[in-house]
């Protein structure tokens, strides 16, 4: 079983809709939380960084963290064509360097 | 550069060729990260440096893998005797503070290696 499991999809919602991209780990020690966009055939663009259970919100993006039940998510509101991409969740221990990456979620937001 | 920089982008070789993969971090970024992206993956850790020092090398598939970062800034990955499971995407990544879990790791946009 993989440390970091992520819900597979493909996702393909209309514009303008809630996004809902999921993670579950099995290593309590992991202590930060990020996620990460990486449209096609490009290297993976950090949106989202978290290290404490919670709500954060930037935009139309919302990371969700709940250590109790080591589940991870993010929102995407308002959902526009470019956000098209595949979404990464990936975590790291404290004072450790090695992320931790879920699988990808390929999302394609339809105009 | 503004950002982490890789060439080649893409990269063709024949089975039990050599292949050489260069980073450039950005500028001032002490640690610099190698990942292995399979299709339909997410990203896996080969290799750390910090400056010239290369501290974590677990992650490399094989022998065949080596990487080095002689003067503590551009990197270089070379795999030996490719093999067709060696195709992949090779991810860099660099940071800005000696192994502090707390900072980003920041992307290039890899180099696509098929072996034939």
């Known amino acids: 079983q993989k440390e970091v499991e992520q819900d597979p999809g493909p996702l393909s919602v209309p514009e303008g809709a809630i996004v809902s991209l999921n993670c579950t780990y099995s290593n309590s020690a992991f202590q930060y939380f990020m996620w990460y966009r990486q449209y096609s055939r490009k290297g993976p663009e950090l949106l989202m960084y978290?290290?404490?259970?919670g709500n954060k919100e930037d935009g139309r993006f919302t990371a969700q963290v709940d250590k109790s039940s080591k589940y991870i998510s993010l929102f995407i509101r308002d959902s526009q064509p470019s956000d098209s991409a595949t979404y990464l969740c990936?975590?790291?221990?404290?004072?450790?360097?090695?992320?931790?990456f879920g699988a990808g979620t390929t999302v394609t937001v339809r105009a | 550069g503004a950002g982490v920089s890789q060439s080649p982008r893409y990269k063709v070789a024949k089975r039990g060729q050599d292949v050489a993969l260069r980073c450039d971090p950005i500028s001032g970024h002490v640690s610099l990260f190698w990942y292995q992206q399979a299709l339909g993956q997410g990203p896996e850790f080969l290799t750390y440096?910090?400056?010239?020092?290369?501290?974590?090398k677990s992650g490399l598939p094989s022998d065949r893998f080596f990487a080095e970062r002689p003067e503590g800034s551009v990197s270089t990955l070379k795999i030996q005797r490719t093999q067709q499971e060696d195709s992949a995407v090779y991810l860099c990544?660099?940071?800005?503070?000696?192994?502090?879990?707390?900072?980003?790791?920041?992307f290039g946009d890899g180099t696509r290696l098929s072996i034939l």
């Open positions: 990936a975590m790291i221990q404290f004072n450790d360097y090695k992320l931790s």
């Open positions: 990544a660099s940071s800005g503070r000696q192994g502090a879990s707390n900072q980003p790791q920041h």
């Open positions: 978290t290290y404490s259970s």
């Open positions: 440096f910090q400056n010239e020092a290369q501290l974590d």
